[in-house]
Protein backbone atom coordinates (compact mmCIF):
# COMPACT_ATOMS: atom_id res chain seq x y z
CA UNK A 1 0.00 0.00 0.00
CA UNK A 2 1.49 3.52 -0.73
CA UNK A 3 1.68 5.85 2.25
CA UNK A 4 0.97 9.35 2.24
CA UNK A 5 2.50 11.62 0.24
CA UNK A 6 2.84 15.49 0.97
CA UNK A 7 2.46 17.50 -1.45
CA UNK A 8 2.52 21.64 -1.89
CA UNK A 9 0.56 24.02 0.43
CA UNK A 10 -0.53 21.52 2.44
CA UNK A 11 -1.97 18.84 0.23
CA UNK A 12 -4.30 18.87 -3.23
CA UNK A 13 -8.17 18.71 -3.08
CA UNK A 14 -9.57 15.21 -4.32
CA UNK A 15 -12.63 15.26 -5.39
CA UNK A 16 -14.77 11.84 -4.56
CA UNK A 17 -17.89 10.42 -6.00
CA UNK A 18 -20.24 8.34 -4.00
CA UNK A 19 -22.79 5.85 -4.73
CA UNK A 20 -25.32 3.46 -3.18
CA UNK A 21 -28.20 2.20 -4.46
CA UNK A 22 -28.70 -1.36 -1.76
CA UNK A 23 -28.75 -1.87 1.80
CA UNK A 24 -25.79 -1.93 3.48
CA UNK A 25 -24.55 -3.05 7.11
CA UNK A 26 -25.07 0.70 7.78
CA UNK A 27 -28.69 1.11 6.56
CA UNK A 28 -29.89 2.37 3.59
CA UNK A 29 -28.57 3.60 0.33
CA UNK A 30 -28.94 6.91 1.53
CA UNK A 31 -27.38 6.21 5.24
CA UNK A 32 -24.31 4.57 2.96
CA UNK A 33 -23.80 7.44 1.26
CA UNK A 34 -23.73 9.81 4.57
CA UNK A 35 -21.47 7.33 6.30
CA UNK A 36 -19.46 7.12 3.63
CA UNK A 37 -18.83 11.00 3.56
CA UNK A 38 -17.95 10.86 7.07
CA UNK A 39 -15.59 8.06 6.57
CA UNK A 40 -13.68 9.72 3.49
CA UNK A 41 -13.21 13.08 5.43
CA UNK A 42 -11.83 11.18 8.36
CA UNK A 43 -9.62 8.63 6.19
CA UNK A 44 -8.02 11.01 4.34
CA UNK A 45 -7.72 14.63 6.01
CA UNK A 46 -10.67 16.27 7.22
CA UNK A 47 -11.21 19.74 5.58
CA UNK A 48 -14.27 18.24 3.87
CA UNK A 49 -16.81 19.72 1.57
CA UNK A 50 -20.46 17.65 1.01
CA UNK A 51 -22.41 18.25 -1.51
CA UNK A 52 -26.79 17.19 -1.31
CA UNK A 53 -27.71 13.90 -1.58
CA UNK A 54 -29.09 13.38 -4.55
CA UNK A 55 -31.60 10.40 -6.46
CA UNK A 56 -30.60 9.33 -9.84
CA UNK A 57 -31.72 6.38 -12.19
CA UNK A 58 -28.87 3.59 -12.35
CA UNK A 59 -26.39 3.55 -14.85
CA UNK A 60 -26.91 2.00 -17.37
CA UNK A 61 -30.65 2.02 -17.14
CA UNK A 62 -32.32 -1.46 -15.80
CA UNK A 63 -28.62 -2.14 -13.96
CA UNK A 64 -30.70 -1.78 -10.13
CA UNK A 65 -32.58 0.24 -8.19
CA UNK A 66 -32.07 4.58 -8.11
CA UNK A 67 -29.01 5.70 -7.03
CA UNK A 68 -28.48 7.70 -4.16
CA UNK A 69 -25.42 10.50 -5.31
CA UNK A 70 -23.14 12.41 -3.56
CA UNK A 71 -19.47 14.15 -3.77
CA UNK A 72 -17.36 15.71 -1.72
CA UNK A 73 -14.01 17.64 -2.10
CA UNK A 74 -11.39 17.14 0.88
CA UNK A 75 -7.68 18.60 1.09
CA UNK A 76 -5.50 15.73 1.76
CA UNK A 77 -1.79 15.16 1.55
CA UNK A 78 -2.25 11.64 0.14
CA UNK A 79 -0.99 10.65 -3.04
CA UNK A 80 -3.35 9.15 -5.48
CA UNK A 81 -2.97 5.46 -4.97
CA UNK A 82 -3.02 6.18 -0.83
CA UNK A 83 -6.59 7.44 -1.74
CA UNK A 84 -7.84 4.23 -3.94
CA UNK A 85 -6.50 2.04 -1.11
CA UNK A 86 -8.60 4.09 1.51
CA UNK A 87 -11.40 4.27 -0.67
CA UNK A 88 -11.67 0.68 -1.41
CA UNK A 89 -10.84 -0.08 2.74
CA UNK A 90 -14.27 1.79 2.92
CA UNK A 91 -16.19 0.18 0.26
CA UNK A 92 -15.18 -3.04 1.84
CA UNK A 93 -16.49 -2.09 5.08
CA UNK A 94 -19.78 -1.47 3.75
CA UNK A 95 -20.19 -4.68 2.61
CA UNK A 96 -19.09 -3.96 -1.52
CA UNK A 97 -18.39 -6.90 -3.70
CA UNK A 98 -17.25 -6.57 -7.29
CA UNK A 99 -18.81 -9.25 -9.14
CA UNK A 100 -20.67 -7.07 -12.10
CA UNK A 101 -19.51 -4.36 -13.51
CA UNK A 102 -21.95 -1.43 -13.41
CA UNK A 103 -24.27 -3.63 -10.62
CA UNK A 104 -26.12 -2.91 -7.86
CA UNK A 105 -23.61 -1.50 -5.31
CA UNK A 106 -23.68 -1.08 -1.10
CA UNK A 107 -21.42 1.70 -1.46
CA UNK A 108 -19.09 3.35 -4.72
CA UNK A 109 -16.25 5.32 -3.59
CA UNK A 110 -14.47 7.16 -7.20
CA UNK A 111 -11.69 8.98 -6.84
CA UNK A 112 -12.85 12.20 -9.78
CA UNK A 113 -9.69 14.21 -9.52
CA UNK A 114 -6.90 15.16 -7.19
CA UNK A 115 -5.53 18.38 -7.90
CA UNK A 116 -4.29 19.21 -11.69
CA UNK A 117 -3.12 15.28 -11.72
CA UNK A 118 -3.39 13.26 -14.54
CA UNK A 119 -2.36 9.88 -14.37
CA UNK A 120 -0.46 7.89 -16.04
CA UNK A 121 -0.57 10.00 -18.79
CA UNK A 122 -2.45 11.98 -20.99
CA UNK A 123 -2.09 9.68 -23.70
CA UNK A 124 -3.85 6.71 -21.07
CA UNK A 125 -6.41 9.05 -20.31
CA UNK A 126 -7.58 9.54 -23.73
CA UNK A 127 -7.70 6.39 -24.74
CA UNK A 128 -9.84 5.27 -22.02
CA UNK A 129 -12.04 8.45 -22.21
CA UNK A 130 -12.59 7.41 -25.68
CA UNK A 131 -13.24 3.90 -24.88
CA UNK A 132 -16.51 2.88 -26.83
CA UNK A 133 -20.05 2.27 -24.06
CA UNK A 134 -19.52 -1.73 -25.15
CA UNK A 135 -16.13 -1.46 -24.67
CA UNK A 136 -16.70 0.09 -21.64
CA UNK A 137 -19.01 -2.76 -20.03
CA UNK A 138 -15.88 -5.66 -20.28
CA UNK A 139 -13.31 -3.63 -19.63
CA UNK A 140 -11.00 -2.06 -16.56
CA UNK A 141 -8.49 -0.58 -16.44
CA UNK A 142 -5.23 -1.98 -14.79
CA UNK A 143 -3.81 1.10 -13.22
CA UNK A 144 -5.35 4.17 -11.65
CA UNK A 145 -6.64 6.90 -14.42
CA UNK A 146 -7.64 10.37 -13.09
CA UNK A 147 -9.29 12.28 -13.81
CA UNK A 148 -11.81 9.68 -13.94
CA UNK A 149 -12.17 9.08 -17.48
CA UNK A 150 -15.86 9.18 -17.54
CA UNK A 151 -16.40 12.02 -15.59
CA UNK A 152 -17.67 14.74 -18.30
CA UNK A 153 -20.43 12.43 -19.36
CA UNK A 154 -22.36 11.46 -16.23
CA UNK A 155 -24.66 13.99 -14.89
CA UNK A 156 -24.96 11.95 -11.46
CA UNK A 157 -21.23 13.14 -10.90
CA UNK A 158 -21.46 16.65 -12.23
CA UNK A 159 -24.87 17.79 -10.77
CA UNK A 160 -23.22 16.84 -7.33
CA UNK A 161 -19.27 17.76 -7.93
CA UNK A 162 -20.92 21.07 -8.99
CA UNK A 163 -21.83 21.91 -5.50
CA UNK A 164 -18.36 21.64 -4.23
CA UNK A 165 -15.81 22.31 -6.60
CA UNK A 166 -17.31 24.60 -9.25
CA UNK A 167 -14.47 26.26 -10.67
CA UNK A 168 -12.05 23.34 -10.78
CA UNK A 169 -10.91 22.57 -14.31
CA UNK A 170 -10.36 19.15 -16.07
CA UNK A 171 -6.54 19.28 -16.74
CA UNK A 172 -7.12 17.46 -19.88
CA UNK A 173 -10.23 18.93 -21.42
CA UNK A 174 -9.61 22.69 -20.15
CA UNK A 175 -13.01 22.71 -18.53
CA UNK A 176 -14.78 23.32 -15.24
CA UNK A 177 -17.00 21.41 -13.89
CA UNK A 178 -19.90 23.59 -14.11
CA UNK A 179 -19.02 23.96 -18.15
CA UNK A 180 -19.37 19.84 -18.10
CA UNK A 181 -22.18 20.11 -16.37
CA UNK A 182 -23.93 22.59 -18.63
CA UNK A 183 -22.95 20.12 -21.52
CA UNK A 184 -25.07 17.49 -20.55
CA UNK A 185 -28.41 16.83 -22.07
CA UNK A 186 -30.81 19.52 -19.90
CA UNK A 187 -33.18 16.34 -19.11
CA UNK A 188 -30.45 13.79 -18.08
CA UNK A 189 -29.21 16.58 -15.71
CA UNK A 190 -33.19 17.24 -14.14
CA UNK A 191 -32.80 13.76 -13.66
CA UNK A 192 -30.85 14.10 -10.78
CA UNK A 193 -32.63 15.07 -8.17
CA UNK A 194 -31.87 16.04 -4.97
CA UNK A 195 -33.35 14.38 -2.25
Known amino acids: MSQPRPTAQGGEFALIALGSNAATIWGT???AVLKGMIKCGLALGGDIVESELYATPAFPAGAGPDFVNAAIRVRTDMDA?????ALHKIEAEAGRTRSVRWGQRTLDLDLIGLGGQILPDVQTHQAWRDLPLAQQLNSTPDQLIVPHPRLQDRSFVLVP?????PDWVHPVLGLTVTQMRDARPAVECASVLPI
Open 29 to 31: AQE
Open 81 to 85: DAIMA
Open 161 to 165: LAEVA
